[in-house]
Nanobody, 123 residues
């Protein structure tokens, strides 16, 4: 029902910045809480950040607090992830995800997923 497409990944030096975008279609975007997750090779997919339907609440993993910012534009059906002060350990495939209504940090609670976009941070 909901299709998600991430973009904006790439290669960046440590200390640099990237802005990821996730475009949604096939549903009423404002009815969905949105999250970003990431997965490095050989590791579990992990929570990065999430935002509530009206952007009144945001949540961040401790590893990215103060460096990453999630935002959304419901008029554009898009959620963003601004990543600053990037570190090599941020290297992963980043996934956008959606679930109806209530915002949560549990990856198993999300119903829809994008294909992922690669972020590589060099030292």
């Amino acid at each position: 029902q909901v299709q998600l497409v991430e973009s904006g990944g790439g290669l960046v030096q440590a200390g640099g910045s990237l802005r990821l975008s996730c475009a949604a279609s096939g549903g009423t975007f404002s009815n969905y809480a949105m999250g970003w997750f990431r997965q490095a090779p050989g590791k579990e997919r992990e929570f990065v950040t999430a935002i509530s339907r009206s952007a009144g609440s945001t949540y961040y993993a401790d590893s990215v607090k103060g460096r990453f910012t999630i935002s959304r534009d419901n008029a554009k059906n898009t959620v963003y992830l601004q990543m600053n002060s990037l570190k090599p350990e941020d290297t992963a495939v980043y996934y956008c995800a959606a679930r109806p209504y209530w915002v949560v940090a549990d990856k198993y609670e999300y119903n829809y997923w994008g294909q992922g976009t690669q972020v590589t941070v060099s030292s």
